[in-house]
């Protein structure tokens, strides 16, 4: 299988359950290493790669089963984002020297603008893991926007969301595009899929099947019969 | 205003140390305070280690044990200066740290306590055996008290000065640790460590630094229970003690740099009040460790807290972590 993500657009992963959605996540992400094959970011070879390398080069992701860190507040969840971007270490941490206060102040700065995109500023104190599922799928898409990645990874972000978020969702990616990021998405929800996705890639069992924009992927033939279901009405 | 400033745990902290300082004038109660801030040392390390990043030793005595035995061999048998073993010992412990963390930290859970485990038995077994060396099981004497600008600290009540000063600054810096970009790191990847490789973090890299980090903690606490006692034996860094240290940080309370200070006290003071103690000493703080952890795994503090934080958020319809 090959495709290509180009920049600045939204990209969905679509596919019937086992088709290797995650997986090809993962893949990217560094989580899992190819047995072949190459994955090039930005003119780069990344396969294989430690997950903090390949995120150190501006690769974020959110997980299908949100992943957060439940005992720390929303705003230091958030926090962590940053950590890419920033340096102090040991020593400077432990001394609090005035370099480590100018970045702690610069990454509570940005921190709550990330919160402030995805309306979650109000809760910044509460500890994440009392969050409720819909905001806590916000909370995962700030802390990887507070990274400020090339690339963003949503995976399944509108699963166990209702109408009104999702909707907020799509609305937020959409944003995200017209400010120059590029996101690749994983989604079952196929009107916020057709909605904020200018090209899909259809896999089923680890083969690509298709790839095109919406409306070709809608009327193609053999993604119709393995994944939409043969009644199913574009 | 005024009045939320004296609440300072810091000057609370200053104010108790020097008040006790006026107040206690038996070197019993001194040579306790002592030991008290000792042990507080090794739990804030061992809680760094533990309670905020997740990772667990049962081998924390041997850092403990190679910090007072490198002291206590180049002070006693080799002469050197005590200001020039103290960073030896944090050498020796450091780099013990550093070898054993390197394929140690690569497990989780019940095996890294087993790894951690074995570590300490062989290093238990090594001041029993190398009698040359440690003396063997039945010590080595002779540890010099420091000297300072001339004064000899030879008391309890002269140590004590140090050693809580020392603490102090220890708490400070530790403090200062858990709430920086590092301290966020080794929280986050307690809870995820998916989600911390997801955003850069190096985890096996945070993890062995911590882990070196908080063995230095145990070897500082080495050098200055051997200048306090003079006197050093193996069964002080026993697999025992170990246990008794991960039992301070629970009951104390994972993830709490002042709960550390609370574990250690009680624990401490607790074996001395009860004359029970001594003979049931293990299944006493085996008990202890199984109610805290069963009704209170985040430990006195943090539990205290999180049920207080509970109460306050279960209205806004969130569910409550599991730990």
Not at chain 1, 89 to 104: C, D, Q, S, V
Not at chain 2, 299 to 319: C, M, Q, S
Request: hydrophobic share 50%; net charge neutral; proline share 4%.
């Amino acid at each position: 299988m090959s495709f290509g993500v180009p920049r600045g657009i939204v990209k969905a992963v679509i596919g019937p359950n086992g088709a290797g959605k995650t997986t090809l996540f993962n893949l990217i992400t560094g989580f899992l290493t190819p047995d072949r094959g190459q994955i090039i970011f930005r003119d780069e070879p990344i396969q294989g790669r430690p997950a903090c390398a390949v995120a150190a080069k501006g690769i974020a992701r959110t997980f299908q089963l949100v992943q957060l860190f439940d005992h720390m507040t929303v705003l230091e969840n958030v926090m962590v984002g940053r950590h890419r971007l920033t340096r102090t270490g040991l020593f400077g941490g432990i001394l609090r020297t005035p370099a480590m206060r100018r970045e702690e102040a610069e990454i509570s700065a940005k921190a709550w603008e990330a919160l402030e995109f995805v309306g979650l500023a109000d809760r910044a104190h509460q500890p994440a893991g009392f969050l409720p599922l819909g905001l806590k799928r916000l909370l995962e898409i700030a802390r990887a926007l507070a990274s400020e990645p090339r690339l963003l990874l949503l995976d399944e972000p509108a699963s166990g969301l209702d109408q009104i978020e999702s909707d907020r969702l799509g609305e937020m990616i959409l944003t995200l595009r017209d400010q120059g990021l590029t996101i690749l998405l994983v989604e079952h929800d196929m009107s916020l899929t057709m909605e904020v996705a200018e090209e899909i890639v259809v896999l089923n069992y680890g083969r690509l099947l298709a790839e095109g924009p919406p409306r070709a992927i809608q009327k193609h033939p053999e993604v119709i019969a393995a994944y939409l279901g043969s009644d199913w009405q574009g | 205003m005024n009045l939320r400033r004296l609440a300072n745990p810091w000057l609370i902290f200053a104010v108790g140390v020097a008040l006790i300082r006026l107040l206690v004038a038996n070197d019993y109660y001194f040579t306790l305070l002592n030991i008290i801030g000792i042990n507080t040392l090794l739990v804030i390390g061992l809680n760094l280690l533990l309670g905020y990043a997740g990772q667990i030793s049962l081998g924390h005595a041997a850092f403990f044990g190679l910090g007072a035995y490198t002291t206590g061999i180049l002070t006693a048998t080799c002469h050197v200066s005590p200001w020039l073993a103290l960073p030896a010992g944090l050498v020796v412990a450091g780099a013990a740290a550093f070898l054993v963390g390197v394929p140690a930290l690569k497990l989780k859970g019940y095996y890294l306590a087993m790894a951690t485990l074995g570590f300490g038995i062989i290093v238990s077994i090594f001041f029993n055996q190398a009698q040359e060396l440690t003396g063997g099981p039945s010590g080595l004497t002779g540890i010099p008290s420091l000297q300072f600008f001339g004064l000899s600290l030879d008391s309890p009540e002269r140590m004590f000065l140090v050693i809580w000063p020392v603490l102090g600054v220890i708490l400070l810096l530790s403090a200062n640790l858990v709430n920086s970009r590092l301290g966020r790191s080794l929280r986050a990847l307690h809870d995820s460590e998916a989600a911390a490789q997801s955003l850069g973090v190096n985890t096996s890299r945070a993890k062995l630094l911590i882990f070196v980090w908080s063995a230095l903690y145990a070897a500082l606490a080495g050098s200055l229970y051997a200048h306090t006692l003079n006197f050093i034996a193996p069964t002080s860094f026993s697999f025992m003690f170990s246990i008794k240290l991960v039992t301070m940080v629970v009951v104390g309370g994972m993830a709490s740099i002042w709960g550390s200070l609370l574990g250690a006290a009680v624990l401490t003071i607790l074996p001395e009040l009860l004359a029970v103690f001594h003979d049931y000493e293990i299944i006493i703080f085996g008990v202890i460790l199984m109610v805290v952890i069963i009704f209170l795994p985040r430990g006195l503090v943090r539990g205290i807290l999180d049920l207080w934080e509970f109460r306050r958020y279960k209205k806004e319809g969130g569910n409550f972590p599991v730990s």
